[in-house]
C-alpha cells in the first residue's frame, strides 16, 4: 500500500516508519520539522535499508497537500503531525486549534478532492479525562482536561463525521496510553527539545547526568505506593499498531476508536526503578508536590484492538526501560550530535 505519514520524522511516526517497510509499504512522509529533524530519517533509511519518500511543508498547506497527493496517490494516510505538550496548550490555544484541528481540516479536504479514503489518527487516552471506572474501555465518557485533549476529542468528531459522509471512507482513531521506550538499536528514540514534559525521557536525562534529580509529582494519591500509576506502551508495539490499523482500515468503513496500551499500569518508582536496573545507575527521586491536572492512575482496556485488529502489546516493562536507556546512553544529545 501507498501510505503518507504526517509527522513522520517524529517520535512515534519514525519509529512506524520502520515497521511500515518491513511489512512493504511504500512510504512518503511529510513533515515541518518543528518538533524533528531530517537526521531522523537518515537514520530510519539506514536501519531499513529501503526507499523512503518526503516531503518538507506544513500539513495545513492546501497546494503542498494536493502535490502531494498527486504525485505519491496514496491509498492510505496516518496522520501523526500536530502539537502534542500540555501545559504549552493552555499558554498557547490558538496555536493547538490551529496546527491539530486546522491541520486535520486541510488534511481531509485534500484527501476528499484526491478521492483517499482512509486514515489513521494519532488519539490520546486524555480525550477521557478523570476515570469513572478503570480499565478505561472505547465507550468510556469523553472529558478531556486541557486544550490539547479537547484537540484531539474535536479532530476526532470531524473525522467520524468525514468518515460517515461518503460510503467508501474508513477513520482509525487510535488512543494510545503513554508511549515511552525506544528502537532496539538505540538509533531511534524520543528527543524532547526542551526540559522533557513526561516521566521517562526525564528520567533517562537523570540517568546520563543531564539532570540532577527526577522531581515525583506526588506520593500522597491513593496508589499502593502513592505515585501515579500510568498504562506505558513501548513505541515499537505503538508502530505496530499503526500496521494493523491500516489492515483494518482497508477492510472497513466509517470511524472507530480503539484504545492503544497493554492493559497493565505501574507506578512512577516502578519506573524509575526499572530504569535503574536497565542503567546500572542510580536515579535520584525528590517528592515534590502534585502536577495539576494529573490523575492517579490509568489503565487501559485493549480488548477490542486485539479482538478487532489481531494487535496486542509484547514488550514489557524491561524492554521498555532498556531501549529508553540504548537510545539515550547512544544519544546523550539525541539527534543534536548529528547535525
Ligand atoms: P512528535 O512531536 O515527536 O511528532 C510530531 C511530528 O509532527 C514532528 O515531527 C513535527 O515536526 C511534525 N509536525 C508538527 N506540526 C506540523 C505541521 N503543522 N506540519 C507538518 N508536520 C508537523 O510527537 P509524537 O510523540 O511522535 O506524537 C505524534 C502524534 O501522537 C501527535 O499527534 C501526538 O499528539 C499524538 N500522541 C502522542 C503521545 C505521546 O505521549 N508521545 C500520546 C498520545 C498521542
Ligand atoms: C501526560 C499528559 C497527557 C498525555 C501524556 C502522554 C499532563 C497533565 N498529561 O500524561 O495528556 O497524553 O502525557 O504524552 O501533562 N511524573 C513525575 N515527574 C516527572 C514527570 C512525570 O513524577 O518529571 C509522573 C506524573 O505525575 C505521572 C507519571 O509520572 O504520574 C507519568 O507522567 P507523564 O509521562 O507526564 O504522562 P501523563 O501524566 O500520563
Known sequence: MRVLVTGGAGYIGSHTLLELMAQGHEVCVLDNYSNATPQVLTRVRALSNGELGDVTGDVRDASTLDNLMQDFRPDAVIHFAGLKAVGESARKPLAYYDVNISGTLALLNAMSRAGCNKIVFSSSATVYGEPRYLPYDETHPTNPMSVYGRTKLMAEQILTDWAAADAPRGAVLLRYFNPVGAHASGDLGEDPRDIP?????????VAVGKRDALAVFGDDYDTPDGTGLRDYIHVVDLARAHVAALDYAQRHTGARPFNIGTGQ???????????ERASGRKIPTQVTSRRPGDVAAMLADASRAN????????HDLNDMAASTWAWQSKNPDGYGADS
Open 307 to 314: 479482538a478487532e485488529m489481531g494487535w496486542q502489546a509484547t
Open 197 to 205: 514534559n513526561n516521566l521517562m525521557p526525564f528520567i533517562a536525562q
Open 265 to 275: 499500569n505501574y507506578s512512577v518508582f516502578d519506573m524509575v526503578k526499572a530504569f
